[in-house]
Each structure stands twice: as C-alpha cells, then as structure tokens.
C-alpha cells in the first residue's frame, strides 16, 4: 500500500492466502471484497470481537486488535500500512485511517472520517462525520467536520 499525500490511501492488491488465514480465525469476521495488506495481524481477544465490513482495504503490516467488545470497520474503508486498531473501535463506512496512525479505546471515527499519518484518536475521541484530522494531532475528544455550525454559549 502507498500513500498520496497525508491522509489518502492506495488499497493493497487482494491476498486470498490472507483472507483465507483471517476467516479460520475465531471472533474474526471479514466482508466479502476485502483487501488484506502482507503481515496483517487480526486478533480478537476472548469475549470480544473484530469485524471488517465489505470491501475495506487493510494496509501492509497494520494490527486491529478487539478486546473489551466489538472493533468494528466500516464497508469501503482504507486502513494504512502500519496502523493500529486496539480496543472497542468503530470506524464508520468509507473512512480512512492513515500510514502509522493508532485509534485506542472506544473511539469512535463516523462514515467518511479521516485520520492522517502518524495521527492518534485516544479512548473518548468522537470524530464526526466528514471530519479530518491532520498529521501527527493527537485526538481524546468530540471533533466536528470543518463548516460544521458551532454552538455559541451566552453569559447571561
């Protein structure tokens, strides 16, 4: 997998040795016309559970690991070479999840989310739907996508 620019994602070729070695996995569930990257570790603790939805791409050597609930990817996905799922994640349709980027937790990334290179969404953090997180920013919070009305408080 390569990458073109900081936070967009070229899928890996189709690997049927891989796809196959991840279907024997217990707790491991995988969509049809997903692409799985070389080195690609899939694991799901016992009482927890992994699921990559429909054509998502998984890039070279990326780690998704469920414990504590259900780590879930959405159909049409990108997931970088070399990034880090671990926890209760959910990432939403048609998200990418850049080169070197780590999602801890329970973070939650909504459908067409970004998270760039080298990027980390902390347990708590709530990337809205649409939104972008940029290069080495560092996320624990509620992130609205850019244009998103912003709620203005009174001091009366």
């Given at each position: 997998?390569?990458?073109?620019?900081?936070?967009?994602?070229?899928?890996p070729r189709a690997s049927r040795?891989?796809?196959w070695r991840?279907?024997?996995?217990?707790?491991?569930?995988?969509?049809?016309g997903t692409r799985l990257g070389r080195r690609t570790v899939l694991?799901?603790?016992?009482?927890?559970?992994?699921?990559?939805?429909?054509g998502a791409a998984i890039g070279d050597g990326a780690r998704l690991e469920a414990s504590g609930g259900e780590l879930s990817v959405?159909?049409?996905?990108?997931?970088?070479d070399r990034c880090v799922l671990s926890g209760a994640v959910t990432v939403g349709r048609e998200c990418v999840v850049g080169d070197w980027a780590r999602v801890e937790g329970a973070a939650v990334l909504e459908d067409?989310?970004?998270?760039?290179?080298?990027?980390?969404?902390?347990?708590g953090a709530r990337v809205r739907r649409g939104a972008v997180?940029?290069?080495?920013?560092?996320?624990d919070g509620a992130v609205e996508?850019?244009?998103?009305?912003?709620?203005?408080?009174s001091s009366a």
């Open positions: 997998m390569e990458t073109v620019g900081a936070d967009a994602v070229v899928p040795l891989a796809l991840a279907r024997l996995r217990p707790r491991v569930r995988v969509g049809p694991r799901a603790e016992r009482g927890a559970r992994l699921v990559v939805g429909a959405g159909a049409g996905s990108a997931l970088g067409r989310a970004r998270l760039a290179a080298h990027a980390v969404a902390l347990s997180i940029g290069s080495y920013e560092v996320v996508p850019p244009g998103a009305p912003v709620e203005r408080r």
